[in-house]
């Protein structure tokens, strides 16, 4: 299967790792592997134990090197625009996600891979990651999640990256604010699981309700954010989250003193 599915029990549920292996083509993506990443996000929806996803690459090579080329070539308009839209579902699926998604980058990071990382919430890398938006050296345009890029970087940097279609080491990346981590290639994937481990300890229907908080934030005004987030704090107390946690909060600190 080109798409390798991992579970472990952490916090008061469990971490899905999802693996996208095509690492003797540099885990480039075409319409099947496409397909099969969406579905595999989209088939969480429905799992209330899941408390973070992680999306990384087979091997040491890649992350995502881009988009299928010999595929893309063979396209017209009408072929074209379905490509790329079957390439933004994918996206959108990690961005409507309910849970934190977690990108864990290792090697090449090009492309539709940059776009796929910068869907997720965070993002983590290799030492030896590398990063670039390609897509006008061969005839094309970057489009869909690209648009995240000025958000994430800013205009300038976004600005370089798109139309010189060059690649940047990961310091470079950090420095810019593309990634949260930089970590060594071996320890990549173990601290990656240490970060979901982190979020999974969290109250789960309050890491929900973050998630969509904000995105709530990314879209909209900063007063239309804020009400938003009052409105978020009360829905939280109709889970009966926060009075368990914070009972239990208080009654550890009542016992340990």
């Known amino acids: 299967m080109p ?15 999802i693996t996208w292996e095509n690492s003797a083509k540099i885990n480039i993506v075409g319409s099947e592997g496409i397909e099969a990443l969406t579905g595999a996000i989209t088939a969480l929806e429905a799992d209330d134990s899941v408390r973070a996803v992680i999306l990384r690459g087979a ?13 893309m070539a063979a396209c017209d308009a009408d072929s074209a ?3 790329i839209s ?26 539709a891979g940059m776009e796929v990382a910068a869907a997720c919430d965070m993002r983590i890398a290799g030492e030896n990651a590398k990063f670039g938006m390609p897509e006008v050296k061969v005839g094309i345009p970057s489009v869909i999640e690209a ?10 940097k976004a600005s370089y990256l798109i139309y010189t279609g060059t ?11 593309f990634i949260e981590r ?3 290639s071996e320890s990549l994937f173990e601290i990656a699981d240490e970060m979901a481990s982190e979020i999974a300890k969290a109250g789960p229907a309050a890491i929900r309700i973050q998630k969509q908080l904000l995105k709530v934030w990314e879209e909209e005004s900063l007063e239309e954010g804020i009400e938003a987030g009052i409105e978020a704090f009360a829905a939280a ?15 550890s600190k009542k016992g340990a003193a």
């Open 3 to 17: 798409v390798e599915i991992g579970r472990e029990e952490r916090g008061t549920g469990c971490v899905v790792t």
């Open 59 to 71: 091997g040491h090579k890649a992350f995502i090197g881009g988009a299928d080329i010999n595929e």
């Open 81 to 83: 625009e379905a490509f």
């Open 86 to 111: 079957r390439l933004h579902g994918l996206m959108k699926a990690i961005r409507e996600c309910r849970v934190p998604v977690i990108a864990a980058i290792d090697g090449y990071c090009l492309g």
């Open 147 to 156: 648009a995240l890029l000025p958000r994430l970087i800013g205009w300038g």
């Open 167 to 177: 690649t940047i080491d990961v310091r470079t990346a950090r420095d810019w604010g």
């Open 182 to 184: 930089m970590v060594t």
């Open 237 to 251: 107390y109709e889970t009966g989250e926060p009075q368990t946690m914070m009972q239990a909060f208080l009654a």
